[in-house]
């Protein structure tokens, strides 16, 4: 198993003729959980194969429009089509205002269930059995949130000799074992998972920062992540700039995976003036050598180290 990143939309403010603005999907076990909908995140869906009927969590990490604007055309489209499934959208303090004022204002109140969560404080917003969602604050002049997706420890790997020792079948109870469950043979005795497991695995772990400038919260956020997406709008000799709008660097960014003692930095949220990128991936390569470029339609899979 996998977990697949599709880059919707990776342009600053702006959509360029090949990028569209923020968007970031990410596909585990048949849900999607979507980080930022930019004007037209449906089309990208569309595009990029991203079916609309799974269960979905939507993430907004602030209020600008280019982060926000594709929520309207989004939920639209997933009632035209017949989604039957309640959509959760997490965000910051207004998401609820500005999704109620949208979709009453176009008088298209869709028939699924809509639940808005907003977050002011950072900490754990989403939990399952697998996975938990956390948040911490960005740094970007408005309230802005950066998330990040862990998965919890996985059972260890199953050793089907000591499963055999023990005299449990092969078939069904092999399977409740690998799961984390004991299972009862038919003398009435009991084996443990950890009697034919090894040690706990760790999960994957991506984080997405949204718009922000080096954050000290972000590095703890992003510790030992598998996956730092990171804005990445400018090359250093416009740092000024950034550090004026709220954005980072491509230097900076690779400064904050570097701390943070992440495996990879994709960086996102790229000016309309850069054509070619190259300077920005040279900076961020000088620092952090497994650095990388989004582009709209970017696929990338995690794998589990076994």
């Known amino acids: 198993m996998s977990l697949e990143i599709i880059f919707l939309g990776t342009s600053a403010g702006v959509p360029t003729t090949k990028r569209s603005t923020s968007s970031v999907a990410v596909l585990r076990k048949g849900e999607l959980f979507l980080f930022d909908c930019g004007e037209g995140t449906q089309r990208q869906m569309m595009f990029a194969g991203v079916g609309f009927s799974r269960e979905t969590y939507i993430f907004i990490t602030h209020l600008h429009g280019d982060h926000t604007l594709g929520l309207p055309g989004l939920i639209q489209t997933m009632d035209m089509v017949g989604r039957a499934k309640p959509l959760r959208i997490f965000g910051p303090p207004g998401i609820r205002g ?129 996956l730092l997406i990171h804005d990445g709008t400018f090359e250093g000799s416009l740092s000024e700039k950034a550090r004026e709008e709220g954005h980072s660097t491509a230097l900076e960014a690779a400064e904050v995976a570097l701390k943070a003692g992440v495996k990879r930095l994709v960086l996102t949220h790229i000016s309309a003036r850069y054509e070619d990128t190259k300077p920005l991936l040279e900076e961020a390569r000088k620092i952090f050598p497994n650095s990388s470029i989004a582009e709209d339609f970017l696929r990338l899979r995690l794998k589990y180290e076994d």
């Open 98 to 226: 500005f999704i109620e004022f949208t979709v009453r204002s176009v008088g298209a109140k869709p028939s699924y269930g809509l639940q808005i969560s907003e977050t002011s404080t950072p900490g754990s917003i989403l939990e399952a059995k697998e996975y938990i969602v956390r948040t911490a604050l960005a740094e970007h002049g408005s309230f802005a949130l950066a998330y990040a997706l862990e998965e919890k420890q996985r059972p260890g790997r199953f050793y089907p000799e000591k499963a055999r020792a023990l005299g449990v079948p092969e078939g069904f109870l092999w399977g409740r074992l690998q799961r984390g469950h004991n299972v009862r043979l038919k003398d009435g005795k009991i084996v443990k998972p950890e009697e034919v497991l090894g040690p706990p695995r760790r999960g994957l772990k991506i984080v997405y920062s949204g718009d922000t400038r080096p954050s000290e919260a972000i590095i703890e956020l992003s510790k030992e992540a598998d």
